[in-house]
């Protein structure tokens, strides 16, 4: 039984079983074909429950809480993928004494006929796509013999939108068994959401009692629902299916949210934005977090400043040292500091003299400032930078102020030098403004001046990109969340209406 490659961007590719045109995971089953070939005409019974969702959306939990409730056998351990159509054909499953907890990632149409002729109990369970996502990719890397894969997110993640991966594109499925109450309205069907189970296990468990008629008592619903929480799943069933080191691949997280800490700003409006296109008139109201998941003080957490050795006083008995500002990561920036102030240090002799000669520096009447945070953080804080400057005009009335925007200069830099000369006392003619207008222009800059500073591998470290909105790039939505958080608290009375892209 072969399996097919199915490449990523990044050059990695997902081994997977194709049958059909359909796109299976290649399990180590001899005769894995022929079930999957079975399954339209696998015989059932009319106690058989089907457990159906596409993967990594709950069907573990929700299978395990089933076999509890319908079997009432709280000691057995015992591998979902026992009783997984995909996996197991008649031969196998006969086998299994009735009621039997059956479960399929298979579309609607795909799922045994005796599943409507004797109108068997479904429960489907749905997820938020996004946390899915997250647990697709884990579940891919974490299972080298049966995917061979080893790719990146930002890889991985395309290939599920192209749905270039074991059972398809989840688009399709979404919308076909969004569709099922009127496809095949004779069929019971109870919809589970993974979110709301998250956020009430116990009510899950009784609507599936319910739904089942087994219902029991409050006492037993407890026990079920211990027996099913995360930890204990965890405990008692993770080494089933595990990485090569062990670790259980079938538990991880089981959190709703853990998504924001993978995608990427970027990455999640062009997922908004597909899931809009994809599901037009078929819209799922998921719900994305349960309560205020990432903390405040991930973000804040003040650095503990650790001194070189090369420390060392000057005569006035001024502090001045090398300093490594740890991140969390263990890596560190080395800055000078300077009377309590963190400057990049340059390759001069007597920075600190430079530093500390500026409040006294002879200053010309036609002298210009131009002053901005960098980058448009060796100075501190940027929101004490940011309050500071925007002061300027209360604290200093005197002092001839002009405050220019990057976000602006970019949409329209003509009228950025326009304002500029007109505050210089330096107008010129318009011929002259679109020189300077070119001149000043990213590639212009970066082709002319690029190569006075430089990385070691010769790229310009002044001209990056010089666009609106790479951060999307860069920030995951947790980081994003947290930054407006932490920037709303510090910025407080001093709202400055930033804009974060262009059109
Ligand atoms: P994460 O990877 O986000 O942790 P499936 O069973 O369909 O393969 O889905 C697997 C996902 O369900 C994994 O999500 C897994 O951790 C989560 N899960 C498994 N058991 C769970 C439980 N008892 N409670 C909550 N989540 C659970």
């Known amino acids: ?39 339209r005409d696998l015989p059932v019974r009319e106690d058989d429950v089907f457990i159906c ?47 039997r907890v059956l479960n399929t990632h298979c579309l609607v149409e795909q799922l045994p006929r005796g599943v409507f002729e004797k109108k068997c109990k479904i429960i489907y369970i749905l997820r938020n796509p996004k946390d899915m996502a997250v647990s697709f990719f884990h579940h891919h890397t974490k299972l080298p013999k049966i995917y061979e894969y080893d790719g990146k997110w930002e890889n991985h993640l395309s290939l599920l939108m192209d749905g270039k991966v074991d059972f398809g594109s989840f688009f399709t499925y979404l919308k076909d068994w969004a569709a099922v109450g009127k496809t095949h309205p004779e069929v019971p069907t109870l919809t589970l959401v993974y979110e709301d189970l998250k956020e009430d296990p116990l009510a899950g468990i009784r609507k599936v009692a319910k739904f089942l008629n087994v219902e029991k008592s409050e006492e037993f619903y407890l026990k079920v629902k211990e027996l099913t929480s995360f930890n204990k799943m965890k405990e008692r069933k993770g080494g089933l299916v595990a990485t090569p080191d062990g670790s259980p691949v079938m538990y991880r997280k089981g959190e709703v949210g853990d998504w924001k800490n993978y ?13 809009k296109e994809n599901m037009a008139g078929c819209d799922i109201n998921f719900r994305y977090t349960l309560k205020f ?3 405040l003080s991930d973000l804040c957490d003040v650095c503990e400043i650790s001194m070189t050795n090369n420390k060392k006083d000057d005569e006035s008995g001024v502090k001045m040292s090398l300093i490594k500002i740890p991140d969390a990561g263990g890596e560190s920036i080395t800055y000078l500091k300077v009377d309590g102030h963190l400057f990049a240090r340059a390759s001069v002799d007597s920075q600190a003299d430079v530093i500390r000669g500026i409040r006294d520096l002879p200053v010309r009447e036609d002298d210009v400032y131009i002053c901005a945070y960098p980058k448009c953080v060796d100075s ?38 326009r304002k500029l000369a007109k505050f210089l006392n330096a107008e010129k003619s318009e011929e002259f403004y679109l020189k300077v207008k070119e001149l000043t222009s990213f590639n212009k800059m970066k082709e002319k001046k690029g190569s006075l500073v430089t990385a070691p591998d010769g790229s310009p470290v002044m001209y990056r990109k010089g666009e ?28 400055i209406n930033f804009r974060y892209s262009l059109k």
Request: with cysteine.
């Open 468 to 495: 609106v909105g790479d951060w999307k790039n860069y920030f995951t939505v947790a980081q994003n969340e947290a930054f407006d958080r932490l920037y709303m608290e510090n910025m407080a009375g001093c709202d």
């Open 53 to 99: 969702a596409y993967p990594k959306c709950g069907t573990h939990w929700v299978w395990e809480m089933v076999r509890l409730l319908l079997l009432e056998d709280t000691e057995t351990v015992i591998r979902k993928e026992k009783l997984m159509l995909e996996f197991f054909g008649k031969d196998v499953l006969e086998n299994f004494p009735s009621p």
């Open 380 to 417: 501190g804080s940027f929101t004490t930078y940011l309050k500071d400057w925007a002061a300027i005009g209360t604290n200093h009335p005197e002092v001839p102020t002009l405050t220019l925007v990057y976000e602006d200069l970019k949409e329209d830099p003509l009228a950025g030098i």
């Open 293 to 295: 998941l990432h903390n």
């Open 1 to 39: 039984m072969s399996g097919i490659k199915i490449p990523d961007a990044g050059g990695d590719s997902i081994t997977l079983l194709k049958v059909d045109g359909h796109l299976y995971p290649k399990s180590p089953v001899d005769s894995q074909v022929d079930a999957i070939r079975g399954i």
């Open 263 to 275: 995608f990427t700003v970027a990455q999640n409006e062009a997922f908004d934005r597909l899931y």
